[in-house]
């Protein structure tokens, strides 16, 4: 049964996910071990132990926390059963012929050689005993040759990625930099990572993920992958509704959108604005002050907020945005309580720089090729909706292929009803524009006709990312420089029910 009446908010403390403690550390090499393994969690006071899966048994993950160059390796080690904890579709991606059990783990945001991306393919069951036709090695390695940022580790097995992400598989990966640390801002207790999630539950507590569509016809497989997938229920770093107590000074707060379909819009009901200083790809140029911040799923979004005049009072961070819907004031409009308390454990002397740092963007000068990317809607045999990728099919040759160090614009052409993240691996991209378009005229005739000027991307958006919003009936432009390595990656719909069926197509960067 469907555990239908709603939790109590606000009633568990927010979990502080631990950092991971390295197997070992030489001056060479930072090496860790994560084990994905099936255990019983605590997500809220009043709800049975879930069945999860989580690296390290925990949910979200422990976070890896690294400094620039620092050379890491992490072996991503499978313990888990052989039989899936969620209702996997075998009509997709010819998963029946596959174990149904698989991991591959991706470094999100991570400039990354092709081999330890955790490409789709290189996917490996319990032991290792099967692998996918991409599997190269065990042990992956991160050379962390990029400016301090908040990336997150995840998996990102072909076909069900949806399905291991919303078991628990996901983590955050931290690296740091000298110039970050010469800002001051704060830190130690006052910097916290804020892993946001949606899930529902089964009355028993062990997760709801639905086995088809609401009314299925009947010939439909059994189960059947979802067009998207909201829970009704909102967690913090693996908690439900948690509370946290703050002092009354200024925190950073590190806020991940690791939901499978979900978007927020992150408001505090105090009034209180965020001070932005950080997205995907590390520092913006100067803080940014929003009253909301959307994240779509995967976007990051790197916060200060200042709770020095807000002594004794409770602030809760809400949600603004509905899944398929209104969001409900009682339910998912509700992210987390903030109760400040009246005393400062020592003088709050971080600060918030007018000015972050400096954004590395791809120069404009030398753009070696454009290419238009149109975001596809359409039906497979069953009549269920196939999302793609101009109009092919990931297992189709591969058609995007940048060269080593070249720059390259892309445009990404949303013809669908919704808005779709777009994300790309290996590099970190700027933001140039998004316009208007026809999307009749565009769906009836294939002319693509402007309706409207060209828009910048919003004040926050104009540091590096690496997933960006394409709303409906949008062309978004963005510019990246395809480097330092080459080898054989993705890009896709960050929507992990479009991800998997089938917004997702290789690339590959060649020499
Ligand atoms: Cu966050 Cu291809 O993934
Ligand atoms: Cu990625
Ligand atoms: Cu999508």
């Given amino acids: 049964m469907m555990l239908r009446r709603p939790l109590e908010k606000f009633v568990d403390p927010l ?3 631990e950092t991971m403690r390295p197997q070992k550390k030489t001056d060479k090499v930072t090496y860790y071990e994560m084990r994905m393994v099936e255990v019983l969690q605590h997500l809220h006071r009043d709800l049975p132990p879930t069945p999860v899966w989580g690296f390290e048994g925990r949910v979200p993950g422990p976070t890896i926390d690294v400094g620039k160059d620092e050379r890491v390796g992490v072996k991503w080690m499978n313990h888990l059963p052989d039989r899936h904890l969620l209702p996997v579709d075998q009509s997709i991606h010819e998963v029946a012929q596959h174990p149904e059990v698989r991991t591959v783990t991706h470094l999100h945001g991570g400039a990354t050689p092709w081999e330890s991306d955790g490409y789709p393919e290189a996917w490996f069951t319990s032991g290792y005993t099967q692998t996918g036709p991409f599997f190269k090695r065990k042990i ?4 962390n040759h990029q400016r301090a940022t908040t990336l997150w580790y995840h998996d990102h097995a072909m076909g069900i990625t949806r399905l291991n992400n919303y078991a628990g598989l996901a983590g955050m990966y931290i690296i740091r930099d000298e110039h970050e640390k010469s800002l001051n801002l704060p830190e130690g207790d006052y910097e916290i990572p804020l892993i ?6 089964h009355e028993d507590g062990s997760l709801y993920y639905p086995r088809q569509p609401d009314s299925p016809s009947e010939d439909l497989p059994d189960p059947s992958i979802q067009p998207f997938f909201c829970g009704d229920t909102i967690l913090v770093n693996g908690k439900v509704w948690p509370y946290l107590r703050v002092e009354p000074r200024k925190y950073r707060f590190r806020l991940l959108n690791a939901s499978n379909t979900r978007d927020y819009e992150f408001s505090l009901d105090s009034g209180q604005v965020f001070y932005q200083i950080g997205t995907d790809g590390g520092l913006l140029p100067r803080p940014v002050e929003m009253e909301k911040i959307t994240l779509f799923p ?6 200060i907020i200042d709770f020095s005049e807000f002594q004794g009072e409770d602030v809760v961070m809400k949600n603004g945005a509905g899944c398929g819907g209104d969001v409900d004031p009682a339910t998912d409009g509700n992210i987390m309580k903030l109760k400040v308390g009246y005393d400062l454990a020592q003088r709050d002397d971080s600060d918030i720089p007018d000015v972050l740092s400096k954004v590395p963007y791809p120069a404009k000068t030398n753009v070696q090729k454009k290419r238009n990317l ?4 359409s039906e497979d045999v069953y009549d269920r909706p196939l999302l793609l990728l101009n109009n092919e099919k990931w297992d189709d040759p591969i058609t995007e292929t940048p060269r080593l160090g070249n720059t390259e614009m892309w445009t990404f052409i949303n013809t669908t009803d919704f808005p779709h993240p777009m994300h790309v691996h290996l590099v970190e991209f700027q933001i140039l524009a998004r316009r208007p378009f026809d999307l009749d005229q565009l769906n009836k005739t294939g002319k693509l006709r402007f309706t409207g000027p060209t828009e910048a991307p919003a004040k926050n958006e104009r540091g590096l990312k690496d ?4 709303p409906s009936g949008y062309a978004v432009r963005i510019i990246a420089k395809f480097a330092p390595y080459a080898g054989y990656y993705v890009w896709h719909c960050h929507i992990l029910e479009h991800e998997d069926y089938d917004m997702m197509r290789p690339f590959k ?3």
């Fill in 15 to 17: 979990p502080m996910i």
């Fill in 140 to 143: 992956y390695q991160y050379p």
């Fill in 196 to 201: 946001v999630q949606d899930r529902s539950f």
């Fill in 298 to 303: 995967a976007e990051r979004a790197d916060v």
């Fill in 374 to 377: 149109l975001l596809v809607g």
């Fill in 467 to 470: 997933t960006v919003v394409v």
């Fill in 509 to 511: 960067v060649w020499t």
